[in-house]
């Protein structure tokens, strides 16, 4: 089946902590995003990128990195320093020809 | 003034009801829409896309977009509970590579 992977579902982070979310498609996709939803605040844009080995800041990027090593690939890396991580993590990635996102099913991650 | 402004509800309505979800929007570049439902704790997924102004019909559901108004709407005819979800509009301007979206309006359908 053609899809996006997130992996895992959930996740915990402790005090300090760097954390890394995965993200794998198999949809030829060109562009991949990263987004962060909390109650009330909607989808709010992390990073993105359009191809390998290049990506952009989106509006909430500090305390976040990402790297695009591989077309299929766009790990999320969630660093001490983002002092309140705990929200619902999205990826999504879209064809550059049609700016139609298709999204994984998310990472809920925690702070322990 | 936000770029989208979409009500995040609850919206509560028995079912069989007719459903009207909104977004208005203040960029005139935005030139594709496209309504997105997203289920607790799941990932959003498409139901509609379109990129002129009038309607889109696709079973029970029919996208509206009014280019003049800058107003975009979803309605849901015959609601069912399974219908029960946030309900995302997303705007898209052709010369950027990232979409707009709304916070979403929570629906309740109740049998």
């Known amino acids: 089946d053609g899809g996006i992977t997130q992996s895992p579902k959930y996740l915990f982070r402790k005090e300090g902590q760097n954390v890394t979310l995965s993200c794998e498609q198999n949809?030829?996709?060109?562009?991949m995003y990263w987004y962060r939803q909390d109650p009330g605040q909607g989808l709010r844009l992390i990073y993105y990128?359009?191809?390998?080995?290049?990506?952009q800041k989106g509006d909430i990027a500090e305390g976040y990195s990402v790297s695009r090593e591989k077309k299929e690939s766009f790990p999320l890396t969630v660093t001490s320093a983002q002092k309140n991580p705990t929200a619902f993590y999205l990826c999504?990635?879209?064809?550059?020809?049609?700016?139609?996102?298709?999204f994984g099913a998310g990472t809920r991650l925690s702070v322990l | 003034q936000k770029e989208v402004e979409q009500d995040p509800g609850p919206l509560s309505v028995p079912e069989g009801a007719i459903v009207s979800l909104n977004c208005t929007y203040s960029?005139?570049?935005?030139?594709?829409f496209m309504w997105y439902r997203q289920y607790s704790r799941k990932g959003p997924e498409l139901l509609m896309y379109?990129?002129?102004?009038g309607n889109k019909e696709d079973g029970r559901f029919t996208a509206q977009v009014d280019k003049s108004s800058k107003y975009i709407s979803l309605f849901i005819r015959d609601s069912q509970p399974s219908d029960s979800a946030t309900y995302l509009c997303?705007?898209?301007?052709?010369?950027?590579?990232?979409?707009?979206f709304g916070k979403g309006t929570m629906l309740l359908v109740s049998p």
């Open positions: 999504a990635s879209n064809s550059v020809a049609k700016n139609i996102q298709y």
């Open positions: 949809l030829n996709h060109d562009a």
């Open positions: 990128s359009q191809i390998v080995n290049d990506f």
């Open positions: 960029n005139s570049a935005f030139q594709y």
């Open positions: 379109t990129y002129s102004s």
């Open positions: 997303a705007l898209e301007n052709s010369g950027y590579s990232t979409l707009t």
